[in-house]
């Protein structure tokens, strides 16, 4: 099973502000949906609660240091180990861990590939993506996005594989 990490980041690595996130980009939400369709996603309690719901048609695996009862398609594990476990036992080829903060810093080091979506600006914001050391990684696609109606800003999307 492949182990992924989707994420889009502000040049200062702010990722979230208040709970939300701090642009619009449609594209990339767009681009979100389609890479984690029918797959599992790993994320931490605020992310989980930040999106409101259930994304239909994936398995959300929540961590958090209080789990709940599992509902269907919300599981509820009290380690990100436990989760990659569960996205093994299902048979998910493409696990995507979406965040927060914490589950980013913790995960890094056991991501084989990164979506990486860099938005040209640097909001305000209480949570960070950790510092990549890029070294590691091997760009194998990229694409440009200008600002317009639909997007806050103008951004890159590239897809990393580690070396």
């Given at each position: 099973m492949r182990i992924s990490?989707?994420?889009?980041?502000?040049?200062?690595?702010?990722?979230?502000?208040a709970n939300k996130l701090p642009w619009h980009l449609k594209e990339d939400l767009q681009n979100f949906?389609?890479?984690?369709?029918?797959?599992?996603?790993?994320?931490?309690?605020?992310?989980?609660?930040?999106?409101?719901?259930?994304?239909?048609?994936?398995?959300?695996l929540v961590v958090s240091g209080e789990p709940k009862a599992n509902t269907e398609n919300v599981y509820w594990f009290n380690s990100i180990f436990r989760a990659i476990k569960q996205a093994e036992r299902n048979?998910?080829?493409?696990?995507?861990?979406?965040?927060?903060?914490?589950?980013f810093k913790y995960a890094l080091s056991?991501?084989?590939?990164?979506?990486?979506?860099e938005v040209k600006a640097s909001p305000k914001g209480d949570?960070?993506?950790?510092?990549?050391?890029?070294?590691?990684w091997k760009n194998v696609s990229e694409q440009h996005f200008t600002k317009n109606a639909e997007n806050d800003f103008d951004f890159t999307i590239s897809v990393l594989d580690r070396k």
């Open positions: 990490l989707i994420v889009a980041k502000a040049e200062n690595n702010v990722i979230g502000v949906k389609r890479l984690t369709m029918g797959h599992h996603m790993l994320m931490g309690r605020k992310t989980f609660e930040s999106i409101g719901k259930p994304l239909p048609g994936r398995m959300s048979g998910e080829s493409e696990l995507f861990i979406i965040g927060g903060e914490k589950i056991l991501v084989d590939r990164i979506y990486l979506t949570v960070f993506f950790p510092s990549l050391s890029i070294k590691n």
